[in-house]
């Protein structure tokens, strides 16, 4: 797999713009993606999830995107907000394998 | 109570001691999960507990040792640990293991020195 190195992917929006935060995903046969938001100090917490029958869901001021063809998932996020600031992973079932595999994560830092 | 509370929330240890972190959850889950992370890396999963059974172990050193006394309590059992095992350890819990809205715990931060 690709290294990650020492340091995270790391994007910054001002404040009150859309943040759009990509992944890509190992395995075609996954039924299922998770997008999480992990705050300094904090467990992962759940935002969103699509099955891989959908190309598009939509939550609060979220939407996660699914491209099962290059296997790329997006988590856009509509109005960001200096509380979105945080590491987002995603995760994915792995096939029906009973466990999740997270992504490598990319931090968000929202500027005032 | 929608919550999974792990403790301690911080732990140092020498290299010869041995320690215990505990999870527990009220949410009528049957399946808890140990998660390994880094710093700056993604939770690597360690150990799964289907209704107190151990199901999955992924190839994580006997040096540390999942219990599972009940249904809302999980136990990790730490000895002899290496300074290359201080990392944050996630609990998590969903209703199954075909469940995947995992509720995570804030973790312990464990330090070996």
């Known amino acids: 797999g690709e290294s990650v190195g020492l340091h995270l992917p790391t994007l910054s929006v001002q404040e009150g713009d859309n943040s759009i935060i990509n992944c890509a995903y190992s395995?075609?046969?996954?039924?299922?993606f998770i997008w999480y938001k992990q705050e300094s100090g904090k467990g992962p917490q759940f935002i969103i999830d699509?099955?891989?029958?959908?190309d598009k869901r939509q939550g609060q001021r979220v939407t996660v995107l699914l491209n099962k063809t290059v296997k790329h998932l997006s988590l856009q996020i509509a109005a960001t907000q200096p509380g979105d600031s945080a590491v987002y992973f995603c995760?994915?079932?792995?096939?029906?394998?009973?466990?999740?595999?997270f992504g490598k994560g990319t931090k968000l830092s929202v500027i005032p | 109570d929608t919550e999974v509370t792990q403790t301690p929330k911080h732990l140092v240890m020498g290299m010869t001691n041995k320690k215990s972190l505990k999870c527990e959850q009220h949410?009528?889950?049957?399946?808890m999960y140990w998660y390994k992370q880094k710093a700056k890396k993604p939770p690597e999963l360690m150990f799964v507990?289907?209704?107190?059974?151990?199901?999955i172990n992924e190839s994580v050193p006997s040096r540390f040792s999942p219990e599972c006394p009940n249904s809302s309590l999980l136990n990790l059992h730490l000895h002899a640990l290496q300074p290359e095992d201080s990392a944050l350890y996630l609990c998590?819990?969903?209703?199954?293991?075909?469940?995947?809205?995992?509720?995570f715990g804030s973790g312990t931060r464990l330090t070996v020195v």
């Open positions: 949410m009528g889950h049957r399946a």
């Open positions: 699509i099955r891989s029958n959908m």
């Open positions: 395995n075609s046969a996954s039924d299922y």
């Open positions: 507990y289907s209704y107190e059974k151990l199901s």
């Open positions: 995760a994915e079932d792995g096939a029906g394998s009973y466990q999740l595999t």
């Open positions: 998590a819990s969903s209703q199954d293991t075909s469940n995947y809205g995992y509720t």
